[in-house]
């Protein structure tokens, strides 16, 4: 059993930077493909980054949405996958979710296969707002 806990968010302004982190307690994260999803109100849930296990080699994945604004990673040390997020706009207002990926980012995150058994952390509320 993987406990996840996001932490991070809060109130923003356009175009300032914000970082999230899942935070994992029961085991440890690195075994773990992890991705980022978001959901707004009214909008489908939304995958946001994806970063593999060191199996995987920690390959990472972007939503077009977020590539070259988002930065996904490992501290191994804190045992949290962090998602460091600059350039944001009111577009980005969301709840934001961390959940294992079984069978890697790039099945589960890119082609979209779906699977049995991930855990999910309870997510936490990001608003861009001026």
């Known amino acids: 059993q993987v406990h996840l806990v996001e932490t991070g968010g809060g109130l923003v302004q356009p175009g300032h930077p914000l970082r999230l982190s899942c935070t994992a307690s029961?085991?440890?994260?690195?075994?773990?493909?992890i991705a980022w999803f978001r959901q707004a109100p009214g909008k489908e849930r939304e995958g946001v980054a994806c970063?593999?296990?060191?199996?995987?080699?920690?390959?990472?994945y972007y939503a077009d949405s977020v590539k070259g604004r988002f930065t996904i990673a490992r501290d191994n040390v804190k045992n949290t996958v962090d998602l460091q997020m600059h350039f944001l706009t009111p577009d980005d207002t969301a709840s934001y979710f961390c959940a294992t990926q079984t069978g890697g980012c790039y099945s589960r995150f890119v082609v979209g296969v779906r699977a049995q058994g991930d855990f999910w952390g309870q997510g936490t509320q990001v608003t861009v707002s001026s």
């Open positions: 970063i593999d296990n060191s199996m995987r080699n920690g390959a990472t």
């Open positions: 029961g085991s440890t994260l690195d075994l773990y493909s």
